[in-house]
Structure formats: C-alpha cells, structure tokens
C-alpha cells in the first residue's frame, strides 16, 4: 500500500482528495493537515465523508508527514508550497503540487504572473502534470505541478490541433465558463449565494494568470511561440467547467480529419472522451469524475473550429488529474480509484 498525506486537507480540492483516495485500492490515507480544523476529526468538517473516513486533521508537522507519507499532495495556495517542497524531495518522497508553483520552466513567467520564486532549482525537475500528454515524464517524476482546472480544459482539445499544425496559433480565443467552487472555499463576497446566484460574469478578462501558464505549454507543443486570449466567466451552479475554443484553420480540413487527429490523439486514453455524432460535451456529464468530454463543430463558411470541452473543475481540473499523476509516478494503473469515483453527496 502507497502511504499518502494531504496537506491543506480541507479546502474544495483537498476534500476531493480525501474523497478519492478513501475509496483507492492501492493507497491508505495515513495523514491530513488544517490550520483552521487541527484536531478535528475530517468527518465533522465534512458529514458525507461519515463511515469512509475516521482520520482526524492534523496540523502540519513536516517530520510526521514524511514519516507516514510515502507520496505528498499540497493543496495549498500559491506561495505556500515552494517554501516546504524542496525539503520533502530532498527525503525522497514524491510531491504532486496543486498550486501554480512548480507548474512552470520559465521562473521569469511565473514571477511576472506571481510572485518572486523560492525553490528554482526545482523548476527544471517538476514536470507538469497534464497526463495524457506528459506520460512518460510523469511515470519518472519525484514532483508533479498538477495543471490549473482552466488549463486543462483549454490545453486537452487544442494539443492534438496544434502539434499536427492544423490551427492558426495567432488566432486561439478561449472562453471558459467555471462553477463557484473554483473560487475555492474561503469566504469572498463575489462568491456568497446572493451575488453568485442569478448572476453570470466575466472575470480578470485577458489577466487572469492561468493564460501565461497555457501559453508555456502550449508554446512548447506547436514549437513556437503561442499567444492567446482567454476570457474566464463565473457560472451560478457549485461545480463543472465548460470551454468554448475557437481557432482558424491553417488548411483546408474536413470533419473527419479534426475527428481522426483528436482520436487517434487519445486512443489510448481512458479518460478522454471524444463526444460522438454531432454531439456536445455537457458539465452535467462529467459532474464528480476524472473525465474530460470534448466535442468539436466545423465552421466551414468562416474556415474556423470551435472546440468544446466539460470537465469536473474539482476533479480532472484538480484532485482526479493528481490522483491521476500519482497513479503513474507509482506504476499503477492510471484509472486506479477513478473510474468509479462520483459525487457523494459532499457539500459541495
């Protein structure tokens, strides 16, 4: 059994976290960390999670998480984690970081978008956790910078396009829409019901800081440099992301070519789904699980496709997708306490 500890167990993505690996085959849960809830038992902070859990939140000591943990998450905010990873890797333990700082190689664009870089050192060694495309790195990884929600949704439809040169790079906008809970759990006065409810907004448009980390990634698939605009929108449901891409062709292509590139692209990757006739991909679809739905309409007057995608935020865009990285960084099957996660009830 892989030991596994959480820290920063109770926000929205780590309470995620201890819903899957509850359940996981392969794992045991040995150790969870709160600042706010040391000292009480995970089941009161979360009801749901009665009978599925008796662990107790613990506050963080770095010597006892490395002496029950075999494999570290951090779901922390940006900042928190670079001061406390290096030391974790330097005893042998394997990380998957859900914040942004070791998302990046270019410390230079981290900086820009964040703030000034403690551990970059460890830049060069991190590999970024968007699976389906960095397999084979992430089966050979000690750290893991697990992908934005926003990124994921954005990056899983465009890579295939993109490294095949069937896309204008230059002309990539990308509208995404979010659930409330990608805000995370503290309290916020954009977030409370009443100004979240009826409500449908645009939010840190062309700055939020998820584009420069897309444009990194992105640049790095099409061998050249990649910019684009990305407009992120706050929806009133609690969970589910949905993005809408649009993108001119480079050349004359049919649908069945868009069609063959994308799925011959994830053939070989179980949770990927490639949305079939005509149809589009729907949040409700992938609401509690690791899946990301893609779906695809050409444009043929304007010479111009637009790709959507649905993944659960709090899942493939968070928890799931580092499950997902830890499940390759320690040889298991890659779906192993996945594929039958979905929602529980929890209070969110």
Same mark, same amino acid.
């Given at each position: 059994?892989? %030991?596994?500890?959480?820290?920063?167990?109770?926000?929205?993505?780590?309470? *995620?976290?201890? %819903?899957?690996?509850?359940?996981?085959?392969?794992?045991?849960?040995?150790?969870?960390?709160? !600042?706010?809830? /040391?000292?009480?038992? #995970?089941?009161?902070?979360?009801?749901?999670?009665?009978?599925?859990?008796?662990?107790?939140? *613990?506050?963080?000591?770095?010597?006892?998480?490395?002496?029950?943990?075999?494999?570290?998450?951090?779901?922390?905010?940006?900042?928190?984690?670079?001061?406390?990873?290096?030391?974790? $890797?330097?005893?042998?333990?394997?990380?998957?970081?859900? +914040?942004?700082?070791? @998302?990046?190689?270019?410390?230079? @664009?981290?900086?820009?978008?964040?703030?000034?870089?403690?551990?970059?050192?460890?830049?060069?060694? +991190?590999?970024?956790?968007?699976?389906?495309?960095? #397999?084979?790195?992430?089966?050979?990884?000690?750290?893991?910078?697990?992908?934005?929600?926003?990124?994921?949704?954005?990056?899983?439809?465009?890579?295939?396009?993109?490294?095949?040169?069937?896309?204008?790079?230059?002309?990539?906008?990308?509208?995404?829409?979010?659930?409330?809970?990608? /805000?995370? !759990?503290?309290?916020?006065?954009?977030?409370?019901?009443? *100004?979240?409810?009826?409500?449908?907004?645009?939010?840190?448009?062309?700055?939020? !800081?998820?584009?420069?980390?897309? *444009?990194?990634?992105?640049?790095?698939?099409?061998?050249?440099?990649?910019?684009?605009?990305?407009?992120?929108?706050?929806?009133?449901?609690? !969970?589910?992301?949905?993005?809408?891409?649009?993108?001119?062709?480079?050349?004359?292509? +049919?649908?069945?070519? $868009?069609?063959?590139? $994308?799925?011959? #692209?994830?053939?070989?990757?179980?949770?990927?789904?490639?949305?079939?006739?005509?149809?589009?991909?729907?949040?409700?679809?992938? %609401?509690?699980?690791?899946?990301?739905?893609?779906?695809?309409?050409?444009?043929?007057?304007?010479?111009?496709?637009?790709?959507?995608?649905?993944?659960?935020?709090?899942?493939?865009?968070?928890?799931?997708?580092?499950?997902?990285?830890?499940?390759?960084?320690?040889?298991?099957?890659?779906?192993?306490?996945?594929?039958?996660?979905?929602?529980?009830?929890?209070?969110?």
């Amino acid at each position: 059994m892989i %030991r596994v500890g959480i820290i920063g167990a109770t926000g929205y993505a780590g309470a *995620e976290l201890v %819903r899957i690996l509850s359940c996981h085959p392969g794992t045991e849960l040995t150790v969870i960390t709160s !600042r706010q809830y /040391a000292g009480k038992r #995970f089941d009161r902070v979360y009801p749901a999670m009665a009978g599925m859990t008796d662990l107790s939140c *613990e506050e963080f000591s770095l010597d006892t998480m490395c002496e029950k943990a075999d494999v570290v998450f951090t779901a922390l905010p940006h900042k928190v984690p670079m001061s406390i990873v290096p030391e974790f $890797i330097i005893r042998g333990k394997k990380v998957v970081d859900l +914040s942004a700082d070791f @998302r990046f190689k270019d410390v230079v @664009r981290y900086e820009k978008y964040y703030q000034p870089h403690t551990s970059k050192e460890l830049l060069k060694e +991190s590999v970024y956790g968007l699976c389906e495309i960095y #397999f084979d790195k992430i089966k050979n990884a000690s750290l893991v910078g697990n992908p934005g929600c926003y990124p994921t949704s954005v990056l899983l439809p465009l890579i295939p396009l993109v490294k095949e040169n069937f896309l204008d790079v230059n002309t990539i906008i990308a509208d995404s829409k979010s659930g409330v809970s990608g /805000a995370g !759990r503290s309290l916020s006065l954009g977030t409370h019901f009443c *100004e979240a409810n009826e409500s449908f907004r645009a939010y840190k448009v062309a700055e939020h !800081r998820h584009c420069p980390e897309m *444009e990194e990634i992105l640049s790095a698939n099409a061998k050249k440099d990649v910019k684009i605009t990305f407009v992120p929108h706050l929806v009133p449901m609690t !969970r589910g992301m949905l993005t809408t891409i649009y993108a001119s062709l480079m050349k004359h292509a +049919s649908l069945k070519d $868009i069609t063959d590139c $994308i799925t011959s #692209f994830y053939s070989e990757c179980p949770f990927i789904r490639i949305c079939p006739d005509n149809t589009l991909p729907d949040t409700l679809h992938v %609401r509690g699980s690791n899946y990301c739905d893609i779906g695809f309409k050409l444009d043929e007057r304007n010479n111009r496709l637009i790709l959507i995608s649905a993944i659960d935020n709090l899942v493939k865009g968070a928890a799931g997708q580092a499950v997902q990285n830890m499940n390759i960084m320690f040889g298991l099957d890659e779906t192993a306490g996945l594929i039958n996660t979905s929602y529980s009830g929890m209070a969110l």
